[in-house]
């Protein structure tokens, strides 16, 4: 018996002996093949020529001459040049037109497009070039600002929408926060859809703020941010969307009585440039300019939520009547409008990428902590 233990215990010994001797083998093994993998150079950081950037956008020039917080397309803009001249040593100047200079948005991505300009920022309009984009667009699909940051930094979606975009002459570079849109009119406080019946509301030139408009039983109105505010004076429309700071911005508040922030749609402010121009640069100014773009999103984020939520917020509740409806106001324009845009996405998008959009939009509020 007692031999019989000792013989099983040295059969048992020696394949242990085997098998830590195969698993060394192999530890080593590894050891040498990853050994042997290269780890690439790094790019070239030579940047052999001058290179120019213009740079176009909506938000005024303000800052710092005459207003203590940019506004975010111009914080934007400024941080993206700062890092962008900075990194490359001069050999990449960056020249800004604010304030709508070159045209509206819409002009502006048509001539990003053909390559007459080179980079563009802004929100609405792309969608009549990638239609795609329009799927930030429907109402209430958004709950938070944490969604949002989630959605954009783990949708594999998102990914290969942006990449997606080059397919239509545009180099994806980063996107930053317009802000949480809301209603503003010259008629009567909106507190429940009915209120919205017969009114005729400004949209941007964009096919599904047109439908969301429609969805609410209002008349949707095109037309171009820097023609709003006489419209609105003059009441070819009642009301317009918007987030504050343009509300501030466009002095709407002079204009329009009542605000309703139900902040129906998180709105984009996103940066692209000419594919063509971006491919044509040396490899180092491409991985600076995608890093200026990220960076400068990050300050359009923290200028967007100063402004919108504090700074110019306070100023725009003197003059208005602001409205905070309840959740359950709220969940009553969604239970209106968000089927109507969602099956309009259907029809334009398909059923397959539109119901994963809202699949991926649910992971980044697990992801975020708002389902347990």
């Known amino acids: 018996m007692i031999q019989s233990n000792i013989q099983t215990g040295g059969y048992c010994m020696n394949n242990t002996k085997r098998l830590v001797g195969m698993t060394v083998l192999l530890l080593v093994g590894s050891i040498v093949l ?19 950037l213009k740079v176009t956008y909506d938000d005024p020039t303000l800052w710092p001459a005459k207003e203590n917080v940019p506004d975010p397309e111009h914080a934007f803009a400024v941080m993206f040049k700062d890092y962008v001249e900075r990194m490359s040593a001069g050999k990449i100047k960056v020249e800004l037109f604010g304030s709508g200079a070159l045209g509206s948005y819409r002009q502006t991505c048509e001539m990003v497009q053909n390559g007459s300009i080179d980079i563009n920022i802004g929100t609405g309009s792309l969608a009549n ?18 969604v949002v940051q989630e959605f954009f930094n783990g949708s594999a979606l998102w990914k290969e929408l942006t990449q997606k975009m080059e397919n239509v002459g545009f180099k994806y570079l980063a996107i930053g926060q317009n802000g ?16 919205l019946k017969g009114l005729k509301f400004r949209v941007m030139e964009s096919p599904v703020y047109i439908k969301f408009i429609e969805s609410l039983g ?5 037309i171009a941010w820097n023609e709003t505010y006489t ?16 509300i501030y911005l466009g002095k709407i508040y002079e204009v329009q009585k ?9 709105s984009e402010n996103i940066m692209v440039m000419n594919l063509a121009k971006f491919k044509s640069l040396p490899l180092a100014a491409q991985q600076i300019i995608l890093q200026g773009a990220k960076l400068g999103a990050q300050a359009n984020d923290v200028a967007e939520r100063m402004v919108s939520n504090i700074v110019k917020f306070e ?4 003059r208005m009547q602001v409205y905070f409806p309840t959740q359950e106001e709220k969940d009553a324009f969604r239970k209106l409008s968000q089927p109507a845009i969602v099956e309009y996405l259907r029809g334009q998008l398909g059923k397959d990428l539109v119901d994963r959009f809202l699949t991926e939009v649910q992971l980044a509020e697990m992801r975020a902590g708002w389902r347990r």
């Open 315 to 318: 100023i725009v509740a003197k």
């Open 34 to 52: 990853f050994g042997q993998q290269r780890i690439p150079d790094r790019i070239d950081m030579n940047i052999p020529r001058q290179i120019t």
């Open 129 to 146: 070039f990638f239609k795609e984009i329009q799927l930030l667009a429907i109402p209430y699909v958004f709950m938070s600002d944490d």
């Open 231 to 246: 419209a609105l004076q003059t009441g070819v429309v009642d009301g317009h969307e918007n987030p504050i700071s343009p």
């Open 218 to 222: 209002s008349r949707a109105v095109p």
């Open 180 to 195: 949480w849109r809301s209603f503003t009119n010259n008629v009567r406080v909106i507190r429940k859809p009915e209120d």
């Open 258 to 266: 009542y605000l309703t922030m139900d902040e129906h749609i998180w």
